[in-house]
């Protein structure tokens, strides 16, 4: 999605000169593999850092523009919402200490960034999910203010023909539909980059994809979403439904979601790849800037396969087949797109070096991996990955190993082998993968994340424990001490959060609901059996239509129970929004001499707010 100037494609002549050089590019790819024009060294890497911008309370914000505009730096571009921003880091000869160099690049930047966030009354954080994010946030009010999102969008939507669902269960459980691809823009990611020999693409993209499972297990950091507790790594489950173009998965010609792992190991060339996803996924885009690659080819130039890398933009693997031009050089990289941001830059870059290691030691014994593993069992690792993280028990070379001695005893030895094999700087090698054997050994990220939450929740609300949680982030993200050495943390020492308390902080919304037309007896026995003073009522479309209280008990005395709850509660109801100030909640309180306010959005109950809550 580098392309500015996209739109739908929509009309048949437009489609018809899209795929005309789509199918050209292809057998331009074909012809540059055949002649050999396809760059073979050196090998660079290269990085995509994603960021959240938040308020001062770590709260999404909605000015990106403005904060790039500060920036003002070439490196850095938008995201689809407008709480995210991207670096997109300089290509880098893999040799020597470049890891460092990428480290100390990343550093420069983002704290550039940070300075053009706070001249915004801003901040930026690096995680995979923001802590904070609530339902608000993925509107289309949120969208960032460009054509190419929109269009995305637009076309999405209109190939789905209906709305997204989303479901994942953890822990907890979320189960929403939605209307935009908004969700996407809950997923913040650290996407790597290797440039691979074209000789070797296919061989090399199996092994990233069998690897997969056991590195993303080390790394995740995306344990909570809109409050709940849910994968280790919840990233691939929403990234995978948000994007979804099938209305079901029995449609014929697209079984994969967009979003996809893959269902079997790669054959052929780089070019077959490239075909298989253009016959499973039918072209959503177009631009004006496409040009005849085989013409620039005949004419001795090298083509930028607009019309290929346009399609492939829209296909999200989790380890994505990418074709560049640099330096007027073709060449071909594998993007690694499943490790999320943060929570430190030294954990995301010793994340990197890890994958690369790992690519780069690939043992004898796994040469020609297809033949060797089964890749449902791959595809599967993966998942569990994300579901457990360091909990995961894979199924690799025919035996059932925990994710650590998987990591310790195998995966490290053969980074460690991979990074010495082209003589990466030693005091590089040991400095970030020391990271990953303490990680394994001790917490990452979502563990990590979790534990401090359910800390937190003992002694204040899930609203303000995440607001905690982001805040510590903040605070670490550039310090040298790397996520397995944060530990639990004491949120009020040395922690500042600029906090405005609006109702959200201190409402319930643990709450049990009963219908308006529930038997009386049973709603008071419910009452007395949990000790509850204040029953939120509702009807059969989920809207709030009363309160039953204690007081309403009292007031009826000894009189039949043989009634309905709706004749009996409190239909009057003074409700308030859970954006408004705390202080307001308080005064309304004490103004109607009650003692629980219901929190509603329209008509929809979010939670109560008790004079004890307060």
């Not at 500015?4 to 929509?10: A, G, I, W």
């Not at 996407?184 to 990611?189: D, F, G, I, K, L």
Request: proline fraction near 3%.
């Amino acid at each position: 999605m580098g392309y500015l100037d996209v739109k739908q494609l929509k009309n048949p002549k437009d489609k018809a000169l899209y795929i005309h050089h789509l199918v050209r590019d292809l057998e331009a790819l074909d012809i540059m593999l055949k002649n050999d024009l396809i760059e073979k060294e050196p090998i660079r890497i290269g990085a995509e850092q994603e960021f959240c911008v938040t308020t001062n309370q770590f709260f999404p914000n909605n000015n990106n523009i403005d904060v790039l505009e500060a920036i003002n730096d070439e490196h850095f571009t938008t995201e689809i919402g407008k709480y995210n921003l991207e670096i997109n880091s300089d290509p880098l000869v893999l040799k020597g200490n470049c890891f460092s160099i990428l480290q100390d690049q990343l550093n420069k930047l983002l704290k550039k960034a940070k300075e053009a966030a706070k001249k915004n009354d801003s901040k930026i954080v690096l995680t995979g999910i923001l802590p904070t994010l609530r339902l608000k946030h993925i509107s289309e009010n949120y969208m960032t203010d460009m054509p190419r999102y929109h269009v995305l969008n637009n076309a999405l939507k209109s190939t789905r023909r209906e709305c997204f669902n989303v479901h994942i269960k953890g822990v907890d459980e979320l189960n929403l539909i939605h209307d935009s691809v908004m969700l996407e823009a809950c997923n913040t990611s650290f996407q790597t980059h290797l440039q691979i020999h074209p000789d070797e693409f296919v061989e090399k993209y199996n092994w990233a994809q069998a690897i997969s499972g056991p590195v993303l297990s080390s790394c995740t950091n995306s344990p909570i979403l809109f409050g709940r507790e849910l994968w280790a790594e919840t990233r691939i489950a929403l990234f995978t439904q948000s994007i979804d173009t099938r209305a079901n998965s029995f449609i014929y010609n697209e079984k994969q979601s967009r979003v996809s792992f893959g269902s079997d190991w790669e054959s052929g060339t780089v070019t077959d790849i490239f075909r298989d996803h253009i016959s499973r996924f039918r072209s959503l885009l177009t631009s004006d800037e496409h040009d005849d690659s085989l013409d620039k080819l005949e004419r001795g130039e090298i083509p930028k396969l607009k019309a290929l890398q346009l399609h492939n933009g829209t296909v999200y693997k989790w380890n994505r087949v990418c074709y560049g031009v640099g330096g007027g050089k073709p060449h071909l990289r594998i993007e690694c797109r499943y490790i999320p941001s943060g929570p430190t830059l030294l954990d995301e870059i010793a994340n990197m070096v890890f994958w690369v290691g790992l690519m780069l030691g690939q043992p004898e014994k796994y040469k020609n991996i297809r033949t060797k593993m089964d890749f449902k069992d791959i595809k599967s690792n993966f998942f569990k990955a994300a579901r457990n993280g360091m909990e995961t028990q894979f199924n690799w070379d025919g035996k059932l190993i925990p994710a650590k001695d998987l990591i310790l005893n195998e995966f490290l030895p053969m980074a460690y082998n991979g990074l010495r094999s082209i003589e990466i700087d030693e005091g590089d090698i040991n400095k970030y993968l020391s990271i990953i054997e303490k990680r394994a050994r001790s917490n990452n990220g979502s563990q990590w994340m979790v534990e401090n939450f359910r800390n937190l929740q003992k002694n204040k609300t899930n609203f303000e424990a995440l607001q905690n949680i982001a805040a510590f982030m903040h605070k670490h993200q550039l310090e040298e001490a790397t996520v397995d050495q944060w530990g639990i943390f004491d949120p009020d020492e040395n922690l500042k959060i600029d906090i405005s308390r609006i109702v959200k902080h201190n409402m319930n919304t643990k709450m049990l609901l009963v219908d308006q037309n529930d038997s009386l007896e049973l709603v008071s026995n419910i009452m007395k059996w949990k000790k509850i003073h204040h029953l939120p009522v509702i009807n059969k479309k989920k809207q709030l239509t009363g309160l039953l209280t204690w007081t309403d008990l009292i007031k009826l005395g000894n009189k039949d129970l043989h009634l309905r709850v709706k004749d009996v509660m409190t239909k009057d109801l003074i409700t308030i929004s859970q954006e408004s100030p705390l202080n307001k909640a308080k005064a309304l309180m004490e103004k109607h001499s009650i003692n629980c306010l219901p929190v509603v959005r329209n008509k929809e109950l979010l939670g109560i707010l008790t004079s004890n809550d307060l």
